[in-house]
């Protein structure tokens, strides 16, 4: 799709900001900090626990979207004989968090940071998740050191972790990252994420794993208003993805081996999904030969063509159904009978944004004493077995914020232009409705549904016109323009 920025008007800014005031109210997202718990953060910020394993001479950097500040995660990679090792700092947010006390009280009410277009909502203080906890360059840090050897090929053969003092040396971006890489002016550990992370994703085709390559609707500050844009994920979106997902497997074979542990898991589809996909694929004619495994057909597609862009629109209906597993064998929870996510044909589990999502503190605190060889921390054992629903209410909550948003700022972009006409792409009919859809507008970068007195062409380009963008329901809706 073209990715041409459309901004809302200054005008509406003001309308969009009440909207997304009410929006948090309407939630009963708080907003505001209880006064114990800042005062906790102020004492933890200036007093956490360093740990004394000393490792600030390694190299790291972190790679985030330009202005975070939020930074959970830091890397450091080099070759080893017969592979590579890649250190990868996780920020320590057990160094700042007492077990009970008011922050991680708080913590359990929000469960993970949510984003809104005027400004986040925190999991934890910004005095330490934009301040003291993240691993901001520069930056003496307490953090939880994983190295994660490999082999020639990317596979992993060994896992640690354990705490240490650390201090990042580089802040970088995506754009920055990719565009350094693409002039050949990239250096040593730059080269070595490009190199590693290809050796990854070759390691997640053999399992037969899958990432769909989906372009992102977004919606961004822009000189005072709101813009929504498609954003296609770069290479070294990946290739950090493949850090993460490779840290994120380790620590799910460490908690499954010791039994007790908290998986991210995703059954896999039953066969009338791919059934019904195959039918898609025909109707759509992307070719998928009999005997085609479906991770290959994905990695065969390019989403710059219509209809496979549309095709992979249809594959997201297979990761529904993720969710979270908590199992302590000692107490009588055992893991799952298929403890694997099927998107990454491994089990998995989230350990890396502890900074932005509460489950991740369970998950590398149990790591760090299988690590180690010790005890799993009482407070962890006793909360474990709440922590999936408190994950899985935050999550939908989480998607709920990102969509409202987006609606938000569809119909405010929108507002006034019925019966104005717009290139767009079918991306979605409803099987027993074939006249009901969703397209997505070619510019401005808008989703919506869609209307048709006969059935919707899936897949193909068609001319819309706006029948309602209503800001009180924040309800966009469009009808098809039949051919001439």
Not at 110 to 124: E, M, W
Not at 436 to 450: D, I, Y
Request: hydrophobic share 40%.
């Amino acid at each position: 799709m073209p990715r041409r920025h459309l901004s809302v008007r200054a005008a509406q800014t003001a309308r969009i900001n009440t909207e997304l005031a009410d929006l948090r109210s309407r939630l009963e997202i708080r907003t505001d900090w209880p006064p114990e718990v800042l005062a906790e953060a102020d004492r933890a910020a200036s007093l956490p626990r360093l740990p004394e394993f000393d490792a600030t001479d390694l190299d790291l950097f972190t790679l985030d979207p330009p202005g975070s500040r939020d930074l959970d995660q830091a890397m450091h990679l080099s070759r080893r004989d017969g592979g590579y090792r890649v250190h990868y700092a996780i920020a320590d947010v057990a160094a700042y968090v007492s077990p009970g006390g008011p922050i991680d009280t708080e913590a359990g009410r929000r469960v993970q940071t949510l984003y809104f277009p005027d400004g986040n909502v925190p999991l934890h203080p910004a005095r330490l998740s934009e301040g003291a906890a993240s691993l901001l360059p520069g930056e003496l840090r307490p953090a939880l050191l994983w190295q994660l050897d490999l082999d020639a090929d990317g596979g992993l053969v060994l896992a640690d972790l354990r705490r240490a003092r650390v201090r990042s040396r580089r802040r970088l971006d995506y754009a920055t990252v990719q565009g350094r890489i693409d002039a050949g002016a990239a250096d040593g550990q730059l080269s070595l994420l490009a190199e590693v992370g290809r050796l990854r994703e070759e390691q997640e085709r053999a399992r037969g794993g899958v990432s769909l390559p989906i372009p992102e609707q977004e919606v961004e500050a822009d000189n005072g208003g709101y813009r929504l844009r498609y954003r296609a994920p770069r290479p070294a979106d990946g290739w950090n993805a493949q850090i993460s997902l490779l840290t994120g497997m380790a620590a799910a074979e460490l908690m499954l081996d010791a039994g007790i542990g908290l998986l991210r898991t995703l059954p896999a589809a039953p066969e009338s999904a791919y059934a019904r996909l195959r039918r898609v694929a025909a109707a759509l004619g992307v070719p998928w030969p009999d005997g085609l495994p479906y991770p290959q057909l994905i990695r065969s597609l390019d989403p710059a063509r219509t209809a496979d862009a549309a095709f992979l629109n249809e594959c997201t209906g297979l990761l529904r159904g993720a969710g979270y597993h908590a199992f302590d064998s000692a107490r009588g929870t055992v893991p799952p009978p298929d403890p694997g996510h099927a998107a990454l044909a491994a089990p998995y589990t989230h350990c890396t944004a502890p900074l932005r999502r509460l489950g991740d503190r369970y998950a590398l605190e149990i790591c760090l004493a299988v690590a180690a060889g010790t005890e799993v921390p009482e407070w962890v054992r006793d909360t474990l077995p709440l922590v999936p629903g408190l994950m899985e209410s935050g999550d939908r909550r989480a998607h709920e914020v990102e969509r409202a948003c987006v609606n938000l700022v569809e119909t405010e972009l929108l507002r006034g232009r019925e019966g104005e006409e717009f290139p767009a792409v079918v991306v979605d009919v409803d099987e027993r409705r074939p006249t009901v859809g969703t397209v997505q507008l070619r510019r401005p970068a808008v989703v919506a549904k869609c209307d048709a007195a006969e059935p919707l062409p899936l897949g193909h380009r068609v001319t819309v016109r706006l029948t309602l963008a209503d800001p009180v329901t924040r309800t966009v809706r469009f009808a098809l323009v039949p051919d001439a």
